[in-house]
């Protein structure tokens, strides 16, 4: 045996100490009940509000507007994001495109943009873009990466042996795609779809600008005119009704097949398609794509960067935003990287029913749009606990609720590659559970904490509605002082501040790329 097999191995005579899962499963339902706050505050101002009421504020010819525009935003905009992020997949993964790596990550570049600054972008360029239309088109531009991400890794670990016995049964090329390539991007199609369809119902600054109403745009001003009317209330009731219809679809929609490899089998190069004559028009997709979601961002604000000249670098308040943003962006992840540890420990270590229920209602919560959550710790702290009105407490813990779910997968990935005896064995030479998780499978799962930190702080820099609501007085981040010039018609003071927002997403976005490539096996 080797040296490190033996060192993991009990000494005779020592007694193994209690396992550390009865705390760590107590920590996990703290956790989780928190995290169901507001799902009990919609229920508890339902309640309240009375029957009648509510679903007089329900039933209004005002919700059947916003329904609508919402369903037709979501079912015109998903299935557009679907083909153009299947065609620039296989395009990058299996033809012989020329530039395909770097066409690869331009296709996830714009992930580094705010959907409402390449709104911005948009009006500023094109005044009169407003409406359905308007908001299809930069929803679609904003949110494609979502797709495109999971889709082009799922293709890179497909067995390619399956499409050449399906050739060779005399199947052509594009009936080979849709009989055993198709199929087998069912996962990918219906989470990258859910995700796309969670950030329409959320976002807010992007239809602000196309003058587009949507539920959290309502919700908004109905917060803004009344301060926590019940009508804001029930809308945010609906809204979360949309998000939990959304999850329920993509359950079905996804269904229960799978599609996968028995063994590693050998590796082999994998043959891409040769477009030959097709090969410029193939091209033009990727090279639209590009100028449409990253050319107009950086040329529109390149622009008015220079139209206001140096007068618009105002230093002082530009530290200052930078210096705020950065702090809520870490202490935000910090928050919901260690809130995530019991919950990814127990789906890890102990998996049965209780961790499933326990990590369901994470993910459900964390699919609430973020004026939900902060509409209810307002409502929460006006009439409960005054004293956290307003107050770093109160938005770090709405961060913390809404970006659980990324730390929870990153710290996943990263437990599992802990092995569970090195726990055991720091137990066995007398250190209390928590020292034994600490100095063993917390310290190993550094990268995956570091990776979720890292995807909770890029979604932290860039949040609006919760930050808008929630921030305490004197917090100005980036996307507060952007949005700020912007409403009042500024739009060159306002270009720094989306220029520094993009600059601080960009590194981030090339490591959620990297790693792509990473699991992918690539």
Known sequence: ?????????????????????????????????????????????TIRTGWAQSYALIVRPRVGELLVNTVLLVVITVPICAVLSVALAWLTERSDLPGARFWSLLAVAPLAVPAFVHSYAW????????????????????????MYLPISATLRRLDPGLEDGAASLGLGPWRVFRRVVLPQLRLALCGGALLVGLHL???????????FDTFTTAIVDQFQSTFNGPAANMLAGVLAACCLALLGVEVMVRGEERYA?????????????????????????????????????????????LAGGSAVWQWG??????????????????????????????????????????????????ALPGVVVALALVTIT?????????????ILFAYALMFLPRAVVSLRASIAQAPVELERAAGSLGRPPLRALWSTTVRLSAPGAAAGIALAALGIMNELTATQMLAPNGVRTLALAFWSYSGEIDYAAAAPYAAIMVALSLPLTFLLYVQSKRMAGR
């Open 201 to 211: 119902l959320a976002e807010y600054g992007l239809f602000v600008f196309v003058r």
């Open 123 to 146: 009006v500023t360029l094109v005044p009169g873009m407003h409406g359905l239309g308007a908001g299809v088109l930069v929803s679609v531009i904003a949110y494609f990466p979502f």
């Open 317 to 366: 308040d530009i530290a200052l935003a930078v210096g705020q943003t950065l702090f809520l962006a870490v202490a935000g992840g910090v928050l919901a990287t260690l809130a995530a540890i019991p919950i990814a420990w127990l789906s890890i270590r102990k998996p049965g029913r209780l961790q499933r229920a326990l990590e369901a209602c994470n993910y459900i919560v964390g």
């Open 382 to 394: 006006v009439q409960v606990l005054l004293p956290l009105y307003q107050t770093l407490f109160t």
């Open 1 to 45: 045996m080797t040296a490190t097999g033996a060192s993991l191995r009990l000494m005779p005579g020592a007694r193994p100490r209690r396992r550390p899962m009865p705390w760590i499963a107590l920590a996990a339902t703290a956790v989780s009940l928190l995290a169901l706050l507001p799902l009990a505050f919609i229920v508890w101002v």
């Open 261 to 305: 490899r028995v063994g590693s089998g050998a590796a082999r190069m994998r043959r891409r398609a040769r477009l030959g004559g097709f090969t410029l028009p193939a091209l033009a997709l990727p090279v639209v794509t590009a100028l449409l979601s990253l050319g107009v961002p950086f040329l529109t604000i390149g622009r008015w960067l």
